[in-house]
């Protein structure tokens, strides 16, 4: 499974930093994608960092959000910044392919698997 964690409130352009721990599997072997959900709202895919370090980041979080990923205690973190209102949401974390490819369908990933309850973000403004 993959949890994440670091939730909270926060004004409008603050900054949260969440993290998701990998248990049952090595994190630095796979892909691992961050993904939120809104109210009534798709799922939609954040940023994945990909086995060799390499990130991917959607559109709206570019400049504004890092991943990052720690080997040594098998975590993934996403440090947000300049968080904006409108990117209130659960933010969760899972494992994915390789490649960070995303996907048009229900999943924000390819071979999307093993992720948690999510942590609640919630940007007031």
Known sequence: AAAGVGGG????GGSLRLSCAASGF??????????R???GKKREG???IRPDGSAWYGDSVKGRFTIS???ANNRVY???NNLKPEETAVYSCARVNTQCATSSGT???YSMQYWGRGTLVTVSS
């Open 78 to 80: 996403l440090e947000m």
């Open 69 to 71: 990923r720690d080997d």
């Open 9 to 12: 409130f926060v004004q409008a």
């Open 107 to 109: 999943d924000p990933y």
């Open 46 to 48: 954040v940023s994945c």
């Open 26 to 35: 090595t994190a630095k072997y796979y892909g691992i994608g961050w993904f």
């Open 37 to 39: 959900q809104a109210p």
